[in-house]
């Protein structure tokens, strides 16, 4: 069974960016070229996943649909949702009950960006499983900030910490997650943390004793970024503008990933790069749309 629906997360007040997200949420910040919400996106569209769902909270709600509209321009089916107020990440799956319906989804943090040759592999693999959860795991630095993943020699996730003082890995999971149906169940069955929220972990765990949650490890080749300080941010800035200016290839260009994976034509790509003909986005999907009809 291959996974069919898609969430991305866009809520949350955004206080660690504060005063700069005082007035608008965080994932409509740009991260060099475009929108932060364009890199969750993207991963959840090179998953194969063609109906997603934007949950942010209610006051940003307009500015989404505006932005994304119900996604018919690149192939896609979105529809929107809120979070009245950050009651943790697994409550995600509660408001997106009836947009689940029934199928295994994935689910991606607004603020999260990744970037590799290897990533659609990977995508791939998690979205191709029948059953289970799927993590991700990054190797960091500085353990203690993250959720960490135990594993075994061979691979198995043998436990998770979150923000250990003694990390038994530096294996941090990252914003994005798999599920079978399942998860909508076991979100319904969580109780608050000492927050005061339904837990991601807490989900995985269910998942882990059950002996049924796989770790994807993202090696050296692919990058991560959790934009959700001034200095991540900056941090992700930095690293697009640079693979860009050097490769002439953008990251996280919807339209271009639409046309690649046959969702619209070459004639499609250049209407949509008309609006955008004065900016080096549009000139690139323009040009797209030439070197693909040769």
Not at 171 to 200: C, H, K, M, P, Q
Not at 252 to 275: H, M, T, V, W
Request: proline share 4%.
């Amino acid at each position: 069974m291959t996974t069919r629906k898609g969430i991305v997360l866009a809520g949350g007040n955004g206080s660690r960016l504060y005063p700069a997200t005082l007035g608008v949420n965080k994932q409509l910040l740009p991260v060099y070229d475009k929108p932060m919400i364009y890199y969750p996106l993207s991963v959840i569209m090179l998953s194969g996943i063609r109906e997603i769902l934007i949950i942010s909270n209610p006051n940003d709600r307009p500015i989404y649909e505006k932005l994304l509209g119900d996604g018919a321009r690149l192939g896609l089916k979105l529809s929107y949702a809120e979070q009245a107020s950050p009651n943790g990440l697994a409550e995600a799956f509660l408001i997106g009950r009836d947009f689940i319906a029934g199928e295994s989804v994935a689910m991606v943090l607004g603020d999260n960006l990744f970037f590799g040759h290897d990533l659609t592999t990977s995508l791939e693999t998690a979205a191709s499983r029948p059953q289970g959860a799927t993590v991700f795991g990054y190797y960091v630095d500085k353990p203690e900030a993250y959720g960490i993943l135990e594993l075994a020699a061979d691979g198995q996730c043998l436990g998770i910490e979150e923000k250990p003082a003694n990390a038994k890995s530096n294996w941090a999971v990252t914003g994005l997650y798999f599920y079978d149906n399942d998860v909508v169940d076991i979100a319904a069955g969580l109780v608050s943390s000492r927050r005061g929220e339904l837990e991601i972990t807490d989900v995985n765990k269910v998942y882990l004793e059950r002996g049924d949650l796989h770790v994807e490890l993202l090696g050296r080749g692919l990058a991560w970024f959790d934009t959700g300080t001034h200095e991540d941010l900056l941090d992700a800035t930095h690293f697009v503008s640079t693979i860009q200016r050097r490769q002439g290839q953008f990251i996280a260009c919807l339209e271009e990933i639409a046309f690649n994976l046959g969702y619209i034509s070459a004639q499609d790509l250049r209407e949509l790069a008309k609006p955008l003909a004065q900016t080096p986005y549009g000139r690139y999907l323009a040009e797209l749309s030439k070197r693909r009809s040769v």
